[in-house]
């Protein structure tokens, strides 16, 4: 199993983060276009163009975690699980992300760890600059689509 | 051990990647100020302010692979390696980057992860747009400084 984790620190309130993690709008603001049920046990769609990735909401702690399972039916994001826990400290709120349980080390897999750090810093910037970079205006990190 | 991989595809020469990696001035404009002997079994010292990182050069393949190891006395990167190999397509060359061989996933090692995406996408600026984002004009992933 190949595990991804990633770190930020965001300047705001604990609940605000949260905030951006579970509702719609703001998941829309700094990932992709979000449609679903945002409680716990729902399914969230996250669509980039005509691609549409599925997640199960497992875990929602207010202020704490936000955890979902990919459940698409195939593909190499299928039954990996993604995971924000928040930290608060007296300076910033830490946001510790995973996104675990990849078959193997590929070559996506490679790009999507580039690309979490780029999405994760459109988190920062919606909530500290109040404006993110959500796809399909996210920072290409090569001259592919995807 | 842990082991961080990246991608991210440039739009040059793929000799203009291996020079970037392989000389002092290019390195400077992209990760840090850099000093140090640039030839196979070579040291290079990275300097980020008053903090001093050393590399040594283990393999270097022309246009292929540069592939350093942190001979560093402690600290969690001590004994990690740091490979870069460049692959030449007719669109683009890709880079894909390893930083291989941590003793365990820590919070370090989360923050290390996120920071080569900024600085793998210094590089891509630098070669592509001629000015990359080298410290201490990085991207700040947090209100830290380090």
Redesign the interface.
Known sequence: MV???????V?TYVNNVYKALTTLDSLSNWWTYTTGNTREGGVLSFHFGEHKVEMTIIELVPDRTVRWRCTVDSGEWKDTYLTFKLLETP??V?V??SHTGWAA?T?L???C??K???F??SL?DYLEKGKGKPFPDD?H????DF
């Open positions: 595990d991804i984790y990633h770190q930020v620190g300047k300076e910033q830490f510790n992300f080390q070559e897999c490679s790009h760890n580039t979490w750090a780029v994760l810093l920062k920072i990190i090569n001259h592919i």
